[in-house]
């Protein structure tokens, strides 16, 4: 009968515990009673394995009981105890239990750094390695090799860390060389979420046609127009066009050109040299303006190609948040809407009440709560919202020059513009800027006109002022405004069909809808919209209800209207505009409480709004 026998300390006594295949072990034991005698554990010191490699790593280094020198081939020695290194790396456990090397004290392993062989050595050793920039690139394909799972992925968390417009592309291919499938993952995520940084650097001329079709074809792309795309492949392409030029229609298929606006075109892509001899390249231009064309006189039969795909960038959900607002007085409380799961839920409540106020959003999440009315008077403080913050609060920040209620609110080059308004006298003409590198707040050139409960838009990197009312005439408005940064001008472009204060304005896909307002009494549920390329209004389906004083915002392709008010009362309801069926619908859920002149913007949601 075989049997094994252990000897191990249980503080100062010897146990002595046998293990048979036919003995009476555990089931016998169990059987026996133990009454009174409460049941022993063995003694375990936590730092014995510790010291015991501290032992072997000294011993190693001063090559004493080592049974084994691996040799790089550069001629670097590195020592080791055989019984370690089989512990610990599945690759020397296979060496030195079933292969020649065995029986061998001396083993030359090809194609591995020395540096990292001795640091990977060493690891074993003490559980212990620095990764850093000037060594990693030679020590996760070493720790692949060796198969030291623990290193490979401090290595992919480093260089996780690591990720830059200006090297992702690099490590991406690393990745996907040594398999990291993790990594790989990461910085794919990452190239599409900064796709216009990249495509800046000399790592993207580098890419194959193969890579570049890969990239540009993806749905995920995070661009601020399709025009971006258009421009890195003329790029890529001129970078060695003599080899290169031949490959412009395959890559021509994979951008999305009927995205682009129709300005753009005809201005620039009929006039890039590399199209013009291209008659696949011209179809693919063709293509585009018979998609603008459609859209704008048959919406509902628009061709569905790849081309004509919105793309859905990777990254946070979006969601809806409304600040603020008159319910029927000046409020301070705050909700959000998920589309993806159709509800309301309450938001972090600004410090004091506001209504008539503008809102803004920054690309680094900071929400701005623009002037307004606190229920007394027209402010020009200004409270912003972190939403970086894991627990997110209202804080003031530089208030403006001058005081403004019923003011526009847009976002232009990540500067917050506050335009006209009203100061609790008269209405105003002027407008302002918000730079957030310098903190400071600037007069910009006056309107033409007075403009209070006015609209505004940013579309083609220009600040479109939309009606409001002249407190000078007692009108409201049909004029609109047009800023041009560059040159710090207002310049007219042509009136909307009707005169609309309070109107709510909107963008999407390069249009802007100035939608319900009033003229005086007569509150209004028509919308009509602005294509730069036509320079003229064109009305649109009317709403289901009349509104004024409405947040009007861009999502997923699809155009909502907060609340606002009929003329009566205050609206918790919430319109949806379909622009390829040309469709008004009503969202099935409403706001928790019905509110006008409240302040309405798109954001990345927070992991923190979750409930």
């Known amino acids: 009968m075989e049997s094994d026998s252990v000897l191990s300390t249980n503080g100062g006594g010897l146990l002595l515990r046998y293990a048979s295949q036919n003995s009476l072990d555990e089931s016998s034991q169990k ?130 860390t690591q990720l830059h417009p200006t090297n992702c592309l690099g490590i991406k291919a690393f990745a996907d060389l040594h398999g990291c499938m993790e990594l790989l993952s990461s910085s794919e995520s990452y190239i599409q979420q900064h796709f216009s940084e990249v495509v800046e650097g000399d790592e993207f001329l580098s890419l194959t046609s193969e890579q570049v079709v890969k990239l540009i074809s993806s749905d995920e792309l995070t661009v601020p127009s399709e025009e971006k795309v258009f421009e890195c492949v003329v790029c890529w392409v001129n970078h060695e066009s003599s080899c290169r030029k031949e490959i412009l229609p395959k890559l021509m298929e994979h951008v999305r050109l009927p995205l682009a606006s129709k300005e753009y075109l005809l201005k620039r892509v009929e006039e890039e040299p590399l199209l013009k001899n291209s008659l696949e390249c011209k179809d693919y231009i063709i293509e585009a303006l018979n998609f603008h064309l459609l859209k704008s006189e048959q919406p509902g039969t628009i ?118 308004g009203f100061d609790g006298t008269s209405g105003l003409n002027s407008a302002e800027v918000f730079n957030c590198s310098t903190q400071e707040w600037r007069m910009i050139s006056n309107m033409s006109t007075r403009r209070s409960s006015v609209g505004v838009g940013v579309l ?66 028509s919308v009509e919209a602005y294509r730069p390329s036509a320079g003229v209004w ?34 918790a309801s919430v319109e949806i505009y379909n622009p390829n069926t040309n469709t008004w619908s009503m969202l099935t859920t409403s706001m928790n409480i019905g509110r006008s002149y409240a302040g309405v913007v798109v954001i990345d949601k927070p992991p923190h709004f979750d409930t």
């Open 31 to 160: 059987q026996l009673p133990r009454s009174g005698r409460r049941e022993r554990t063995p003694y375990r010191n936590s730092s014995h394995t510790v010291r015991a490699f501290e032992a072997l790593q000294s011993l190693r280094k001063d090559e004493v009981l080592c049974d084994i020198k691996l040799e790089t081939d550069d001629g670097t020695i590195v020592y080791g105890h055989k019984v370690v290194l089989v512990s610990c790396s599945p690759y020397f456990h296979a060496m030195f239990t079933s292969f020649e090397e065995s029986n061998k004290d001396h083993v030359i392993i090809r194609e591995l750094d020395s540096t990292a062989l001795k640091l990977l050595v060493d690891f074993i050793y003490t559980a212990q390695i620095m990764v850093t920039e000037e060594n990693v690139q030679v020590l996760l394909p070493a720790a692949n090799l060796l198969q030291l799972q623990d290193v490979q992925d401090a290595c992919c968390d480093f260089l996780q």
């Open 303 to 420: 061709p569905k190609t790849i081309r004509t795909k919105p793309r859905q960038p990777v990254g946070l959900p979006k969601i809806i948040l409304v600040v603020g607002g008159q319910a029927p007085k000046a409020i301070r409380s705050v909700e959000w809407y998920d589309p993806a799961t159709n509800r309301w839920q309450s938001g972090p409540e600004m410090s004091t009440r506001r209504c008539r106020a503008g809102l803004a959003v920054l690309k680094d999440c900071r929400v701005f709560a623009v002037g307004g009315f606190n229920g007394s008077l027209r402010v020009r403080t200004v409270d912003m919202l972190d939403l970086s913050s894991p627990s997110p609060c209202w804080v003031p920040t530089v208030a403006m020059l001058a005081r403004r209620g019923t003011l526009g609110v847009a976002v232009l080059d990540n500067c917050v513009y506050a335009v006209g």
């Open 538 to 571: 064109t009305s649109i389906a009317d709403m289901h209800m009349c509104r004024r004083n409405a947040g009007v915002v861009a999502l997923d392709g699809l155009l909502y209207v907060v609340g606002g008010d009929d003329g009566a009362s205050n609206l």
């Open 460 to 525: 083609n990197n220009l600040l479109y002022a939309v009606g409001g009312y002249d407190g000078l005439s007692r009108q409201c408005l049909k004029s609109v405004e047009c800023y041009h940064p560059s040159t710090d001008t207002w310049t007219p472009i042509a009136e909307m069909s009707v005169r609309r204060s309070g109107a709510g304005v909107g963008i999407l896909d390069g249009v802007m809808y100035a939608v319900g307002g009033h003229d005086g009494p007569e509150v209004r549920n």
